[in-house]
Nanobody, 121 residues
Framework: QVRLVESGGGLVQAGGSLRLSCAAS????????MGWFRQAPGKEREFVATISENGFVTYYTDSVKGRFTISRDNAKNTVYLQMNSLKPEDTAVYSC??????????????WGQGTQVTVSS
């Protein structure tokens, strides 16, 4: 069992930055790939970014490439999402997940509750 708790969300103006953190507790954090997903109001949850177990491989959805960076610190059992040049369309609840490397939700076994990110124009 893995418990995931996100933090770092908030209200920011367009063009600003936020860094989300996801702290994991439980079994073998370093044996899981980690992902970030988001759900905007009235929309389905969508993939944002994923990072491999050792942190060497990452993958992003096209809309965030060049603006967002996913990273992890296995010594701290934490995964991060650095978000720069934020746009109003990035407004969503952001959730982290632990599982297998990839962009599909079914590849992830454990999910956090999410943290709200609101970008004002």
């Amino acid at each position: 069992q893995v418990r995931l708790v996100e933090s770092g969300g908030g209200l920011v103006q367009a063009g600003g930055s936020l860094r989300l953190s996801c702290a994991a507790s439980g079994r073998s954090f370093s044996s899981y790939a980690m992902g970030w997903f988001r759900q905007a109001p009235g929309k389905e949850r969508e993939f944002v970014a994923t990072i491999s177990e050792n942190g060497f491989v990452t993958y992003y959805t096209d809309s965030v490439k060049g603006r967002f960076t996913i990273s992890r610190d296995n010594a701290k059992n934490t995964v991060y999402l650095q978000m720069n040049s934020l746009k109003p369309e990035d407004t969503a609840v952001y959730s982290c997940a632990a599982g297998s490397y990839g962009s599909r939700q079914r590849q992830y076994d454990y999910w956090g509750q999410g943290t709200q990110v609101t970008v004002s124009s």
